[in-house]
């Protein structure tokens, strides 16, 4: 049942209607709260499933697909729930533009002259107007959104073409994780692969990036997951029964230490980027896989406690530099014992320290001498802005009104473009599980919970039915990035973890995310199309054909 391809289509066709009428939901809000948001996008959305339709033609007719459909029937899900929220927040005009002050007021006094209007009886409104049977004139905005949103505006947007590029990036890594001959070329120069793409990664990610972005926006080191997946599955398919072999539970350093050397390769950038939610994300794959790949638990402690070492080693450096300088430059007044007690947190960024404090204090301020904090505080004061007021404007205010929406969603939400997730920033992207649960509640929250569990579960399964280490440790590596970044994502909205800045995969709007998410997905697919004898059933056909 699960493979009938008929009851697939089925299911996006139903997400294709389902997605209609959450557009129109979103414009009938926005209609009452005084603004009129374009159909233009919402159109362009939609339109979109005629490539994820072909797509799916394609994989099923073309290419014989004989893997577990749920995978790319899920991705659709996600990805469709994402383009509706990102259309509910982009299409408000409190956060789309920058008078949202002005834009709240506006919306704030439709909402009031509407209820005068509708709840107002005759009697109270002969007192205030002279007339019982008065109706206060509503307009809607509609100038602005309709004379932006024009169809060559749309054709050309950046939201347009990029999930189109994720489709075809998803046809693109079928194709080629679905060959023998590419597979064995990669997992032969894996190591080369590994090393190759480290170079240009740190060059971007230290020299020419800022606050883990590149040009200010973008983040074009995600691609980096899918070489770093083949480099590590391919040096772990090729030495695995080597490093089973342990003397007083240690494998031979001659092949443990290239794989801690691949681990750490992508840390260091993404530390000198203070990018924690990446380095979690990739030292939890890379654990997971050593794991499936060595199927002893001591063994992966000690690799754990081996990259852990080396990294509370480089933080210790870090720490004994910053004090030696500060000291140095800053003429600090502190004794030696104050200096030496901070050597460890002055090895951590900045950043780090910020989002720590941030996820254990919440919203109580920091103290104004905290040397990571102490440049912030001081301007402030400058500006005449007190201690509290700088922390919850520059950190607290994001994760605080994340949280109020949440719990004001309840158990099925306010309703689609019935919230106010236009209030969280970057609502479209970090917080984007927090526009989806006050709007959709806890019951949309746990249907997007729930797709990714299953999407986890199905991948998986296609790493346990691989028929060799090096497909089985795609898989799994695919999978448990998938599933650790979405882990990442909500835990840091809902504060079981530091807020990171990670994105959720297929829902949050990000081009380079989607792309790579889309991408490890058609090598998923591949995998599973491999494991259930799709290429043998291909080349029956071709073979029939001639």
């Not at 350093?253 to 750490?264: E, G, K, M, S, V």
């Not at 104004?368 to 912030?376: T, Y």
């Amino acid at each position: 049942m699960r493979n009938r391809p008929s009851s697939h289509l089925l299911l996006i066709v139903a997400t294709a209607a389902l997605n209609v009428v959450a557009y129109l939901a979103v414009y009938r809000a926005g209609v009452v709260r005084g603004f009129s948001p374009s159909l233009v996008p919402a159109a362009r959305d939609l339109l979109l499933f005629i490539p994820i339709i072909a797509v799916f033609v394609w994989l099923v007719k073309r290419r014989r697909y004989a893997g577990d459909l749920a995978i790319y029937t899920i991705a659709v899900l996600l990805f469709s729930l994402g383009q509706i929220v990102q259309y509910r927040l982009f299409t408000d005009p409190e956060y789309s533009s920058r008078g949202k002050s002005a834009a709240r007021i506006a919306k704030t006094n439709t909402l009031r002259q509407r209820y005068i209007n509708e709840y107002y009886d005759a009697d109270k409104k002969r007192a205030l107007f002279g007339d019982p049977n008065y109706e206060i004139p509503i307009g809607r905005d509609r100038d602005a959104e309709d004379e932006y949103w024009t169809l060559s505006r749309a054709a050309l947007s950046a939201s347009t073409w990029i999930p189109v590029f994720a489709l075809l990036g998803f046809a693109i890594a079928f194709g080629f994780a679905g060959r023998d001959d590419v597979l064995l070329w990669l997992q032969r120069h894996s190591f080369l692969i590994g090393v190759g793409t480290a170079a240009p990664f740190a060059l971007i990610a230290i020299l020419y990036s800022s606050g883990g972005k590149f040009l200010g926006r973008t983040t074009p080191w995600e691609p980096v997951k899918i070489s770093f997946l083949i480099s590590y599955a391919g040096m772990l398919a090729d030495s695995y029964r080597n490093l089973s072999l342990t003397r007083w539970g240690m494998p031979s350093p001659r092949f443990l230490l290239p794989f801690i050397f691949i681990a750490i390769l992508p840390l260091v950038p993404f530390f000198a980027l203070s990018d924690f939610g990446q380095m979690l994300v990739f030292c939890g794959t890379f654990l997971t896989l050593y794991l499936v790949a060595i199927k002893r638990t001591a063994q992966v402690l000690v690799a754990g406690t081996a990259v852990g070492v080396l990294l509370a080693a480089s933080i210790l450096g870090l720490g004994v530099f910053h004090t030696i300088r500060a000291a140095a430059t800053d003429g600090e007044s502190t004794g030696f014992i104050e200096r030496v007690s901070e050597i460890p947190s002055r090895g951590l960024p900045r950043r780090i320290h910020q989002r720590f404090y941030l996820w254990l204090n919440a919203g109580r301020p920091p103290d104004p001498e905290a040397w990571w904090w102490r440049g912030d505080a001081e301007a402030a004061e400058g500006r005449g802005i007190s201690n509290e007021e700088a922390w919850y404007n520059s950190y607290a205010f994001q994760p605080s009104q994340a949280l109020f929406g949440i719990a004001d969603g309840g158990v099925f939400g306010t309703g689609l473009g019935r919230g106010f997730p236009e209030i969280v920033p970057i609502a479209d992207s970090d917080f984007i599980y927090a526009a989806v649960a006050e709007e959709l509640g806890l019951a949309g929250g746990a249907i997007l919970l729930a797709a990714f569990l299953l999407l986890s579960s199905v991948g998986y399964r296609t790493a346990i039915e691989a028929k060799d280490m090096f497909t089985k440790l795609l898989a799994a590596g695919v999978t448990t990035f998938l599933l650790f970044q979405a882990i990442v994502n909500v835990g840091g909205v809902i504060r079981l973890l530091p807020m990171t800045g990670i994105t959720l995969p297929f829902v949050s709007h990000g081009g380079w995310s989607l792309m790579t998410s889309f991408f490890l997905l058609g090598m998923l697919a591949a995998i599973s199309h491999r494991n259930r004898g799709g290429n043998e059933r291909v080349r029956e056909n071709t073979e029939q054909t001639k």
